[in-house]
């Protein structure tokens, strides 16, 4: 009997709450903020057995402090920014003077901390803080859940599943967005192949007509996939009429659907963001791991990009070489 995979939903629910981070940039970032906290809150309590709660509940905007566990001492800042310069800022508060026995936890909500862990930080009031224990993130977070016992993975599972509502519809139906995605997460992205023949001074000029200073690099690492993309339309498209048509118009509207709202790189991963959501609600999507998901969906938007099918095009925009 298999038992139920309760750390892939987990995992790939973190994952799509930090995509959702990164990609509203400073728009929304408070009100993400805000949730994120109140999440992190019960979240910490389920996954390590703490006693956490919103210290801004008793408090409003406490410097470096969103929470607290009084029972274990720990008081801990929930952050969207992972830098060197956003800890020692907190360590340095006078909020922490008043802490004294309690240790600072810093937990990243957005971005991986690997490379944070080894730096060596100012802590001028001397509160217990070690990098490798006491800097928590979505990583560190899962490799304590995976090795939990299956019936703690499994309240964790219904904790997220609650919590970050993204639960797959029942009656979710068949994509040829998912369909796509499955025939692009089997090719081997690595493996030499000629160069797409495209006007790369053409998507330069798009690029910098949408202010995409951020999102420039995606495009530019993914438009030379743009010939491989184009052959697999091709051979899905012998399965049916219109089949490629639909999956970018797919992309097309959940561009259209957030283009009121924001714009330039926040666009661009917005755009991302849906487009992953789209594909995790539909029935026939077969389920990878999140970094090849990522690198499907990057490849995929960006040869939406280069298609017209997204952003505004320049003047005689003309992708295709002659």
Same mark, same amino acid.
């Not at 979505?138 to 964790?156: A, F, P, W």
């Not at 000629?194 to 007509?209: G, L, M, T």
């Given at each position: 009997?298999?038992?139920?995979?309760?750390?892939?939903?987990?995992?790939?629910?973190?994952?799509?709450?930090?995509?959702?981070?990164?990609?509203?940039?400073?728009?929304?970032?408070?009100?993400?903020?805000?949730?994120?906290?109140?999440?992190?809150?019960?979240?910490?309590?389920?996954?390590?057995?703490?006693?956490?709660?919103?210290?801004?509940?008793?408090?409003?905007?406490?410097?470096?402090?969103?929470?607290?566990?009084?029972?274990?001492?720990?008081?801990?800042?929930?952050?969207?920014?992972?830098?060197?310069?956003?800890?020692?800022?907190?360590?340095?508060?006078?909020?922490?003077?008043?802490?004294?026995?309690?240790?600072?936890?810093?937990?990243?909500?957005?971005?991986?901390?690997? #490379?944070?862990?080894?730096?060596?930080?100012?802590?001028?009031?001397?509160?217990?803080?070690?990098?490798?224990?006491?800097?928590?993130?979505?990583?560190?977070?899962?490799?304590?859940?995976?090795?939990?016992?299956?019936?703690?993975?499994?309240?964790?599972?219904?904790?997220?599943?609650?919590?970050?509502?993204?639960?797959?519809?029942?009656?979710?139906?068949?994509?040829?967005?998912?369909?796509?995605?499955?025939?692009?997460?089997?090719?081997?992205?690595?493996?030499?192949?000629?160069?797409?023949?495209?006007?790369?001074?053409?998507?330069?000029?798009?690029?910098?007509?949408?202010?995409?200073?951020?999102?420039?690099?995606?495009?530019?690492?993914?438009?030379?996939?743009?010939?491989?993309?184009?052959?697999?339309?091709?051979?899905?498209?012998?399965?049916?009429?219109?089949?490629?048509?639909?999956?970018?118009?797919?992309?097309?509207? #959940?561009?259209?659907?957030?283009?009121?709202?924001?714009?330039?790189?926040?666009?661009?991963?917005?755009?991302?963001?849906?487009?992953?959501?789209?594909?995790?609600?539909?029935?026939?999507?077969?389920?990878?791991?999140?970094?090849?998901?990522?690198?499907?969906?990057?490849?995929?938007?960006?040869?939406?990009?280069?298609?017209?099918?997204?952003?505004?095009?320049?003047?005689?925009?003309?992708?295709?070489?002659?």
């Amino acid at each position: 009997m298999n038992r139920p995979n309760y750390f892939n939903t987990i995992e790939e629910r973190l994952n799509l709450l930090a995509l959702r981070i990164i990609s509203r940039g400073k728009l929304n970032i408070l009100d993400l903020h805000g949730h994120s906290e109140n999440f992190f809150q019960f979240f910490l309590n389920e996954v390590y057995g703490w006693t956490v709660t919103n210290e801004n509940d008793i408090k409003q905007n406490v410097e470096a402090i969103d929470l607290i566990d009084r029972t274990n001492k720990f008081v801990i800042q929930v952050s969207a920014t992972a830098s060197k310069q956003k800890i020692e800022t907190s360590l340095s508060k006078n909020s922490i003077k008043s802490y004294k026995g309690y240790t600072f936890k810093f937990v990243s909500i957005a971005s991986d901390a690997d #490379e944070l862990r080894k730096n060596t930080f100012k802590n001028p009031h001397g509160i217990s803080f070690n990098t490798v224990t006491d800097i928590i993130d979505k990583n560190s977070i899962l490799s304590k859940i995976r090795g939990l016992h299956i019936t703690d993975q499994e309240r964790i599972y219904m904790f997220v599943k609650k919590e970050l509502v993204m639960e797959i519809d029942p009656m979710k139906l068949e994509t040829n967005l998912a369909t796509v995605i499955n025939i692009l997460s089997k090719e081997d992205w690595d493996k030499k192949e000629p160069v797409a023949e495209i006007n790369s001074f053409e998507i330069d000029r798009k690029i910098s007509h949408n202010n995409l200073d951020t999102a420039k690099t995606i495009i530019k690492d993914y438009s030379v996939h743009y010939g491989r993309v184009d052959k697999i339309y091709t051979e899905f498209d012998a399965q049916g009429s219109n089949k490629s048509s639909s999956v970018l118009s797919t992309v097309r509207q #959940e561009y259209a659907k957030t283009k009121g709202s924001l714009s330039d790189d926040q666009l661009f991963f917005e755009v991302i963001s849906k487009v992953q959501e789209k594909i995790l609600n539909s029935s026939n999507y077969t389920s990878i791991p999140f970094d090849e998901l990522e690198l499907c969906i990057n490849i995929l938007v960006v040869d939406a990009f280069i298609r017209c099918k997204i952003f505004e095009n320049p003047d005689e925009y003309n992708y295709a070489t002659t």
